[in-house]
C-alpha cells in the first residue's frame, strides 16, 4: 500500500543524508536535523470512529508524534519501502491500517513499540518516581482505558538527565486526569547541553530548544524516556 502525501524523493534523500550513519542513535540525530524548520501540522492524520482510517505518510508537515514516528522510521530503513514498512509498523498495533489499532495515546504507543522490540525504557534507578493513575477519554469515539504511568518528576530530572542520550525519545505526562502524555519530542546530546527537537505547535514548526527550556515554560507530572533499540 502506498501511503497518501508519500514523496519518495524527499524519503531517498533523507535515507541518502543518514546512510554513512553507523549507529540508530547518528542516524536519528541526522533525520530528524533534516527537518528543522518543517512546518507544524494539526491532526496530520485521517481516520475516525466514523471515518475509514487512510495510511499517510507526508514529510511536509508533522505535529510532535507525526514527527517522531517519521524520524524513528526514516532511522529504521534502509529504503522508501523499508521507511513505509517501519512507519506501518510504529504507526499501528500490528501494522493494522485500522481506526481503532492506530495507537492514539502515546502509553499504548510506548507499549506496543516496546513489545515490538524497537524500543527499551530508561531506567530511572536510584531516581524517585512518581506513579499517576489516568482514566484516558479524550478522543472520541475510542472507548475509555485506564493507565498507569510511572514518571520521573522535574525535581529529580537533573539527575535523571546524565543518563540521557541522542536519540533518546522524551514524554511528558499529562497533569490531566483523562490524559497520558501532552507533548514528546527527541534528545540531542551537545557535550553538557542536553537540547530537544520536536514540532511544537506554539512555535509554528519544527524546532531545536534546550530541554530546560521547555521544562520551565510548561507544566506537567513528569517524564517518561525511551531508548530505539538497534535497527535489525
Not at 126 to 155: D, F, M, W
Request: glycine letters at 8%; one cysteine or more.
Amino acid at each position: 500500500m502506498i501511503p497518501l502525501g508519500l514523496n519518495r524523493r524527499c524519503v531517498r534523500q533523507a535515507l541518502i543524508e543518514a546512510k554513512h550513519d553507523r549507529s540508530t542513535a547518528t542516524r536519528i540525530e541526522t533525520v530528524s536535523r533534516h527537518f528543522l524548520g518543517s512546518p507544524y501540522k494539526s491532526a496530520p492524520l485521517i481516520g475516525s470512529a466514523e471515518t475509514p482510517e487512510v495510511f499517510a505518510a507526508s514529510l511536509e508537515g508533522f505535529d510532535c508524534v507525526t514527527y517522531i514516528e517519521t524520524v524513528l522510521a526514516l532511522a529504521r530503513a534502509a529504503t522508501v519501502d523499508g521507511f513505509i514498512k517501519w512507519l506501518r509498523k510504529i504507526r499501528y498495533e500490528h501494522g493494522r491500517i485500522e481506526w481503532m489499532k492506530r495507537n492514539h495515546y502515546m502509553t499504548g504507543w510506548m507499549r506496543n513499540n516496546l513489545r515490538e522490540g524497537m524500543l527499551h525504557l530508561v531506567p530511572a534507578r536510584g531516581i524517585p518516581t512518581v506513579r499517576h493513575e489516568r482514566l484516558l477519554n479524550v478522543v472520541p469515539g475510542l472507548p475509555s482505558r485506564r493507565a498507569t504511568i510511572r514518571s520521573v518528576p522535574k525535581s529529580a530530572l537533573s539527575r535523571f538527565a546524565r543518563r540521557l542520550n541522542t536519540g533518546d525519545l522524551i514524554f511528558f505526562a499529562s497533569t490531566r486526569k483523562n490524559l497520558d502524555f501532552f507533548h514528546a519530542g527527541i534528545l540531542i546530546r551537545n557535550d553538557e547541553r542536553l537540547l530537544m527537537r520536536h514540532a511544537s505547535r506554539s512555535q509554528g514548526g519544527v524546532v531545536e530548544q534546550e530541554l530546560g527550556d521547555f521544562l520551565k515554560g510548561n507544566r506537567m507530572a513528569g517524564v517518561v524516556v525511551v531508548r530505539p533499540d538497534h535497527s535489525e
